[in-house]
């Protein structure tokens, strides 16, 4: 992905050359060798020709110091022994280069054989973004797992792609941590660019520290019409806005000038614009003029699907069983799973035998977070908070439909979640029968095949204890 | 040229300048420091190795206009054994005379025609904390690659992450350092990249300038200057992996340990390092050990810590870890574990302006 001034070979000419560019400069040094003192030698080191245009050469030199010496001292002299083999060649320039000199590349190559040590390295070579856009290209639709749980969002923003700013403007997709959204906002970033659309990500802390600048240095419009020159713009994790209130008025008229030219805008944040706290209404309600979409936490088959993709793009397989064994034990983000996994492909580096299921087992047992230590009143206590109720409410005898309902949540998450036996629930709800409190969990595992809005109440709840 | 110059201030010139002027194999040249006398009694100083250039002014009685080059060393070497507070300089063919009221000496100069001119000023400048912005650069310096396979990797990458701050980055693949100090009214849009080497000497003379400074960037080159010092540097184009994304997010294991606790199990385990510097920090029950096994013996040192999360076990190259124990400024530190086989992150317990992120090793 990283690719070094590969630009500037676009359009030269060297046919008009009887030579090939390394063979010229090579001769023209040795020509030069007899007409300047051996001291100057030296200064050619690591030159060579960049490119050749009609009839002007340009040498690429390593440094600042070696263009000005060389243009100052030897231009006239490097012309007149270019000119002498090639006629054509009218004018020479030099230039900074940070192209590789040939040579060099050799001198690398025997450097990357030396370094060798046994620590891991930091994955860098995947975090090139560009420049002009933050794009990185890395992140594409092709790479993005689709599992029933993140169908909805997918289409969307597949949608968006194939009819930028008409369909779904703005697309406003939130989720938890590590659950693909930055993926999915940069693969549509990624795809619009292909589409010859200039593009911008940024994330909402950078286009605030943007804005401040702009300000301080009094130049307000200069930001404006930087942001506006985009046909789509990307902007991650706009939670970070909330209470800069500057920042966001200037969304808020950015979007408007998006809005009406039918330019793509797409946001991503951690939790639904309605919850965003010290954001303004006005901006509110322009996220909501689109799609908003949730991704929610991986499913089973997703996660599997997951794993088995993130296996095959690191050249390893596994047992099926064991892919499910992986998918069952970790249900958190996606940054969990893979961190799990990178664990697990160590393991399968250092050990010689494959992995069996036993030794991916330990693996996951030994790096799963144990489960946070709270006794059962904490955890009744934390969920009721999030009801309103204090615990004397809920042990009261009483089949209301506001104090019944999060009880009967409470036990079966106590029971689903902490593996409380029944009658120890009972207990902890004033001496209530484990009959009753087996019936609750009943009602809610039955609930849960028909009320769609129940499994976010619990997963909500469940974010209580992560 | 002939010249009258106070001693102690051609002294300190040369000192300051000639750090720069080494022995070049093949360009010796850059082994001397040139001087420009201009009527009015300005008088240059420059030296270069062609990586960075330093320029200085100090003022003097010039009877004489005109420029020489001598050996900065042997010019420097002479002056600082001079004990009379001024000295006179007269060039006269191919020998640079060097008297005071007792003495005399003689240099043989080198054309000053063939010294390299220095890059011109050019780009925009911004007023910098010198004082900080050596600051950043000499708390991360040490973490860039010491190789060329990836230039913008030998650099110190510098960029503006927060209003009124710079961020100073640099990594070698193993270990990344990232220090953010303090710099009022900074607006940098576009980031630098300046090689470990030069930010180093650059820093060196900010901080010796004490002053404010003006930053000046363009493609090619990063010049700091002052009224009466200007240096320039090469920097390099390229970008710098957004590793931010890097970072990690989430953590299996807190521990915070003494700072000296640790500097001093390292003193131990350091002398019974394998080749690969191999060291061993297990975590369990609120105590870490730390232990290094080579060929003459093994050596293994307990120390308290406060911790939180699960226990785990990990190897790293000590170099690594030792390598930030002098930037952090706090008593304590907190090394934050990500898993087996992941990277942690070393950060002070308050100041949270340095992070170093580690990789572990293999095996």
């Known amino acids: 992905m990283y690719t070094q001034h590969g630009t500037d070979r676009e359009d030269e000419d060297v046919s008009a050359l009887s030579r090939d560019l390394v063979t010229l400069w090579d001769e023209t040094l040795q020509e030069l060798s007899t007409h300047t003192?051996?001291?100057?030698?030296?200064?050619?080191?690591d030159?060579?020709?960049t490119t050749y245009n009609t009839g002007t050469v340009t040498v690429g030199v390593p440094s600042i110091f070696v263009r000005d010496y060389l243009r100052d001292k030897f231009s006239t002299l490097i012309l007149r022994?270019?000119?002498?083999?090639?006629?054509?060649?009218?004018?020479?320039?030099?230039?900074?280069?940070h192209r590789t000199p040939p040579d060099q590349a050799k001198r690398i190559e025997r450097e990357k054989q030396r370094s060798t040590t046994p620590s891991a390295v930091i994955p860098l070579d995947e975090y090139y973004v560009d420049r002009n856009d933050n794009l990185n290209p890395?992140?594409?639709?092709?790479s993005f797992v689709v599992g029933p749980f993140n169908q909805l969002p997918h289409a969307a923003a597949k949608a968006v792609v194939e009819r930028p700013g008409v369909v779904y403007n703005p697309l406003f997709i939130y989720g938890q941590t590590g659950h693909g959204k930055t993926h999915l906002i940069q693969a549509v970033g990624n795809s619009l660019k292909k589409r010859g659309l200039k593009v911008l990500y940024v994330t909402s802390e950078r286009f605030a520290v943007d804005y401040f600048n702009a300000i301080q240095t009094g130049d307000a419009n200069k930001f404006k019409d930087k942001y506006r020159a985009y046909?789509?713009?990307i902007i991650d994790d706009v939670q970070f806005l909330s209470y800069k209130d500057k920042t966001q008025?200037?969304?808020?008229?950015?979007?408007n000038a998006f809005h009406d030219l039918n330019k793509q805008i797409v946001f991503s944040s951690d939790i639904h614009p309605a919850l965003l706290e010290g954001l303004e209404d006005r901006l509110r309600s322009r996220f909501n003029q689109g799609m908003i979409i949730d991704i929610p936490k991986p499913d089973l088959e997703s996660r599997t699907a997951i794993i088995s993709a993130k296996l095959a793009h690191r050249g390893i397989t596994l047992d099926d069983q064991i892919v499910g064994y992986i998918a069952k034990s970790i249900e958190g983000n996606i940054r969990e799973l893979e961190g799990m996994l990178n664990s697990i492909i160590i393991q399968s580096e250092v050990s010689e035998k494959p992995l069996t299921y036993e030794m991916v087992k330990g693996i996951v047992e030994v790096s799963l977070k144990p489960k946070t230590n709270l006794s059962i009143?904490?955890?009744?206590?934390?969920i009721a908070r999030l009801y309103n109720l204090s615990i004397e409410d809920l042990h009261k005898k009483t089949r209301q439909k506001e104090i019944m309902r999060p009880r009967q949540l409470i036990m079966y998450i106590l029971r689903e979640d902490f593996q409380i036996s029944f009658p120890n629930i009972g207990a902890a709800f004033g001496g209530r029968d484990h009959t009753t409190v087996i019936h609750s969990c009943e009602r809610i595992k039955e609930d849960l095949k028909n009320d769609p809005m129940l499994p976010r109440e619990l997963n909500r709840i469940r974010d209580l204890f992560r | 040229m002939h010249i009258h110059i106070k001693t102690q201030e051609l002294r300190d010139m040369l000192e300051t300048v000639s750090r720069v002027s080494t022995k070049h194999p093949t360009l010796p040249i850059l082994q001397c420091v040139h001087l420009t006398?201009?009527?009015?009694?300005?008088?240059?100083?420059?030296?270069?190795n062609l990586e960075i250039g330093v320029e200085g002014t100090l003022s003097g009685k010039v009877e004489i206009p005109g420029a020489i080059a001598v050996p900065a060393h042997i010019l420097l070497q002479t002056i600082a054994l001079i004990t009379h507070p001024e000295v006179s300089l007269k060039e006269d063919v191919g020998t640079l005379t060097i008297t005071t009221k007792t003495s005399k000496t003689s240099i043989a100069t080198q054309p000053a025609d063939d010294f390299p001119n220095l890059p011109v000023l050019e780009g925009d400048a911004h007023t910098i904390s010198g004082k900080n912005f050596a600051y950043g650069i000499k708390t991360v310096a040490f973490a860039a690659s010491q190789n060329s396979i990836k230039p913008e990797l030998g650099c110190v990458y510098i960029y503006q992450k927060k209003e009124n701050t710079l961020t100073f980055v640099a990594t070698d693949s193993f270990r990344l350092a990232e220090k953010t100090v303090p710099m009022a009214n900074m607006v940098l849009s576009n980031h630098i990249l300046i090689p470990a080497k030069n930010a180093l000497e650059l820093a060196r003379l900010a901080e010796m300038m004490q002053a404010d400074s003006q930053l000046t960037l363009s493609e090619n080159q990063c010049v700091l200057s002052w009224d009466t010092l200007q240096v320039t540097s090469r920097s390099v184009v390229g970008s710098f992996p957004d590793y931010n994304q890097i970072m990690p997010k989430e953590f299996s294991t807190h521990a915070t340990i003494l700072v000296q606790d640790v500097m001093n199990a390292l003193r131990r385990t350091n002398v019974f390092l394998n080749k690969f510097a191999q060291l061993t920090l297990s975590l369990a029950g609120g105590a870490l050990t730390l232990s290094s096994k080579g060929d003459t013996g093994m050596t293994e040192e307990v120390v308290t810590v406060a911790q939180e999360g699960a226990d785990i076990a990990i190897s790293v190259n000590q170099k690594y870890l030792q390598d930030i124990l002098t930037y952090i400024t706090d008593d304590s530190l907190t090394v934050h574990f990500t898993g087996i086989g992941r990277p942690m992150v070393v950060e002070g317990v308050y100041d949270k302006s340095l992070r170093y992120l580690v990789m572990p090793m293999n095996r």
Do not use: M
């Not at chain 1, 003192?37 to 080191?45: D, E, L, M, Q, V």
């Not at chain 1, 008025?249 to 979007?255: G, M, R």
């Open chain 1, 37 to 45: 003192s051996p001291a100057n030698k030296a200064w050619f080191r």
């Open chain 1, 47 to 49: 030159t060579f020709i």
């Open chain 1, 81 to 97: 022994v270019l000119r002498e083999k090639e006629q054509g060649i009218r004018g020479v320039v030099f230039s900074v280069t």
């Open chain 1, 138 to 142: 890395k992140y594409q639709f092709d």
């Open chain 1, 231 to 233: 046909d789509a713009i």
């Open chain 1, 249 to 255: 008025e200037e969304l808020f008229h950015l979007f």
């Open chain 1, 377 to 382: 009143r904490d955890i009744i206590e934390k």
């Open chain 2, 37 to 48: 006398a201009l009527e009015g009694g300005t008088i240059t100083f420059k030296a270069t």
